[in-house]
């Protein structure tokens, strides 16, 4: 949801400026793996001191259009701001800022509030163009710390990561500035900028999007991105060495009541044993151990497998994010390959703080509409050509994406089925869900594209924002129990086609702007204020209320479908496609809202993980031989679902990972209270007597001892 995310992101491109001289300039956004040009930003500085802006792109058939102006006070701070137009998924942008001296007020389409304020402060915008950061960047220049408070609330901070020299291609020089800044959202955010006193943003790099350049210096995107790369993951190298704490030697987990993710059932006190990243033993609560060199005490705690996603797109940043919520493998669902790949490497190096990530390799057809990533082919060659190329590094699955040429369907599914390769994805353009089961698909993605099946015909747009809107508008009248409706149901059944229905994404289906969109609301409050402020901002063109009970009730028969397949025995699985982790913990509450009891829910978020991206011989239980992706929860999530929240240690890969330690580092307030600690144990064997109770209890004593 990257094109979501710059919608919503109050990002920029320009600066602070002394005289008022009238300029133009405009900046090109261009897709990475396209290489063409997807959208603009004119930016135009009057003589008056007022700056207009008009910013969009269209990425995937959807895209904001913004119009904005503003004017800057003498610390190069907004003293007025207006933004209209519409967000990415069409909502409606109306938002006004103003501060006169120590008053501050401001008012959107979601929120309104003013406060006192004293000395220098940026207004961070709900939805806004580049510009508005290339404000923000002038301004931090000018502070003598790189630290400049944020309106409503929050600090932004900024330092230079590098420099460089680059010449356009008409044989222009300059140096820019490579730039981290924290404090908005939950990574942090690099660009490029000028030089000197008065810096404004020369670009931004976004690997697997794009890039947004001034126009004329496109050629010196490559030359900044390896710099930038360089930059990032030295960032990262540290943050992973500093949060994932490896487990060397034998590792016991004691007294742990393992989630049985076959049986969806608890089982008595266990204590599990660790080595080298692997499960070697599960043993009775207390049976006696010989030379541990760490233990720990689970406490009672619950333990679940490793949670599975099987929708993310992941990002060099999210896998923290992953970690801190237990979700210890991730299914990607298209992504830009190079990227991808680095990042793989990247994590088996241990550089890299992530999940165990299984790839769907992504095929995209030519079109106006098409989403640039993966590959975009022409003919059945070329996706031929792409699958062998997926097939050759280990993908598992392949995802077919909406703009993919319908004629070729079925022979390219049937190729990528010789290659061993499962076959997924969205609906192609002018075919309806069913044609694609007859065509050989194996699993679908999202509930919108399972429902258009009823409300689509052969001539109906569905790459744009129809795809969200028909299932909106007419969902509410479709009749469940339909001869149509109940063939469907039971040909997904018969068949075994695996829905992934990623309920929590769509959840912003019915949200008004202003209200809290649903599966973020248990989140809400432990969230830096930035994000939990756009947690309110509505995302669909909602009119009026009568328009919202209906986009309402299609969404609550969306969930309720859900129920009704997973009751058929249509395989069902847990996909986010939003926010890392904590989008993955509301799918799973959201399928108890279907029906689904609270174990069967973990069950679908761990042995069907597994099933679905065919590690059951590695992952999606806790058993003698398989990896050691352990999760322990405070609570009973078999009981409350809210509970698998409540993550309290994770060990995967040979690590053991502390939630509180990357919440802290992410201005997050924890989940829980206090974690289960390593415990080193006695280095000799030990001579154990009295049965298991002893055992323990000897054991207990030598880890304080040596602890």
């Known amino acids: 949801m990257?094109?979501?995310?710059?919608?919503?992101?109050?990002?920029?491109l320009a600066a602070a400026f002394g005289a008022h001289a009238a300029t133009t300039t405009k900046y090109l956004i261009i897709s990475e793996n396209a290489n063409k040009q997807i959208g603009q930003q004119i930016v135009e500085r009057q003589d008056d001191g007022l700056t207009k802006?008009?910013?969009?792109?269209?990425?995937?058939?959807?895209?904001?259009?913004?119009?904005?102006?503003?004017?800057?006070?003498?610390?190069?701070?907004?003293?007025?701001?207006?933004?209209?137009?519409?967000?990415?998924?069409?909502?409606?942008?109306?938002?006004?800022?103003?501060?006169?001296?120590?008053?501050?007020?401001?008012?959107?389409?979601?929120?309104?509030?003013?406060?006192?304020?004293?000395?220098?402060?940026?207004?961070?915008?709900?939805?806004?163009?580049?510009?508005?950061?290339?404000?923000?960047?002038?301004?931090?220049?000018k502070t003598p710390d790189g630290k400049l408070p944020l309106l409503p609330s929050g600090t932004l901070s900024q330092r230079v990561l590098d420099s460089v020299e680059v010449t356009s291609a008409t044989g222009q020089k300059q140096t820019v500035n490579l730039v981290a800044q924290t404090g908005i959202g939950l990574s942090p955010s690099f660009y490029w900028t000028t030089s000197g006193a008065n810096p404004r943003l020369f670009g931004v790099i976004m690997p697997g999007f794009g890039n947004v350049l001034e126009e004329g210096w496109q050629t010196v995107a490559p030359v900044l991105a390896q710099r930038q790369k360089t930059a990032e993951q030295q960032m990262l190298t540290d943050a992973a060495a500093k949060l994932q704490h490896p487990l060397t030697g034998l590792t016991v987990v004691r007294n742990a009541r393992i989630f049985d993710s076959e049986k969806a059932t608890v089982g008595q006190p266990s204590d599990i044993y660790v080595l080298r990243g692997r499960i070697t033993s599960i043993q009775p609560a207390g049976s006696p151990t010989r030379d541990a060199d760490n233990v720990i005490d689970a406490a009672g705690r619950i333990v679940l497998p490793g949670l599975f996603d099987l929708h993310g797109h992941v990002d060099r940043w999210s896998g923290a994010l992953n970690m801190s919520t237990g979700v210890t493998s991730v299914r990607d669902m298209g992504n830009d390959n190079a990227q991808l790949q680095a990042m793989l490497d990247e994590t088996a190096a241990g550089k890299l703080l992530a999940p165990q990530v299984v790839p769907a390799g992504f095929l995209e057809g030519e079109s106006p509409y098409s989403a640039n990533n993966g590959f975009v082919i022409k003919d059945l060659k070329q996706a031929k050509d792409a699958i062998d190329w997926y097939a050759q590094r280990g993908y598992p699955q392949l995802k077919i994406y909406n703009s993919f040429p319908k004629a070729i369907l079925k022979d390219t599914i049937a190729y990528a089925h010789s290659r061993g390769m499962r076959v997924s994805g969205h609906i192609p353009a002018g075919l309806r869900a069913q044609e694609a089961l007859d065509a050989g698909y194996d699993e679908i993605q999202h509930i919108n594209q399972v429902l258009l099946n009823f409300l689509v015909k052969p001539d109906t747009e569905t790459r744009n924002l129809n795809r969200f809107v028909l299932p909106s508008e007419k969902v509410a009248d479709l009749d469940f129990n339909s001869r149509p409706v109940k063939d469907f149901v039971a040909l997904l059944a018969k068949k075994q086609i695996s829905i992934d229905p990623t309920l929590a994404t769509f959840a912003f289906l019915k949200q008004r702007d202003g209200d809290m969109n649903e599966p973020y609301a248990a989140v809400a409050s432990h969230m830096p204020p930035d994000v939990a402020r756009g947690f309110k901002v509505g995302t669909m063109k909602i009119d009026g209320d009568a328009q919202l009970k209906r986009y309402e009730k299609s969404y609550a028969k969306m969930v309720q479908f859900v129920g009704i397949m997973y009751k058929a025995g249509v395989p069902i699985v847990a996909g986010t496609d939003d926010i890392a982790g904590f989008t993955l913990h509301s799918e799973l509450a959201l399928l108890v809202k279907a029906g689904l009891t609270p174990a069967q829910a973990l069950q679908v978020a761990t042995r069907n993980g597994a099933r679905y991206t065919r590690t059951t011989n590695d992952r999606g239980s806790i058993a003698a031989g398989k990896l050691a992706d352990i999760v322990l929860v405070d609570g009973d999530p078999t009981r409350n679902i809210e509970d698998v929240r409540k993550v309290s240690a994770v060990i995967t890969r040979g690590y053991l990972i502390y939630p509180q330690e990357i919440d802290a580092a992410l201005g997050i307030a924890p989940f829980v209270g206090e974690a289960p600690k390593v415990m080193k144990a006695v280095p000799a064997a030990v001579t154990y007597g009295g049965g298991n109770d002893g055992a323990r209890a000897r054991i207990e004593a030598s880890a304080k001892k040596h602890e």
Not at 2 to 12: D, E, F
Request: glycine share 10%.
């Open 2 to 12: 990257l094109t979501k995310r710059l919608a919503v992101l109050p990002l920029a």
């Open 53 to 141: 802006v008009s910013f969009g792109y269209k990425d995937n058939g959807r895209g904001p259009d913004l119009e904005e102006q503003f004017r800057l006070g003498a610390d190069g701070t907004m003293t007025e701001y207006s933004v209209k137009g519409n967000s990415t998924f069409g909502a409606v942008v109306n938002e006004q800022f103003s501060r006169k001296g120590d008053h501050a007020q401001w008012k959107s389409t979601s929120e309104q509030g003013e406060k006192t304020v004293s000395g220098a402060a940026a207004y961070l915008p709900l939805n806004s163009s580049f510009e508005v950061e290339s404000v923000a960047i002038a301004a931090l220049a």
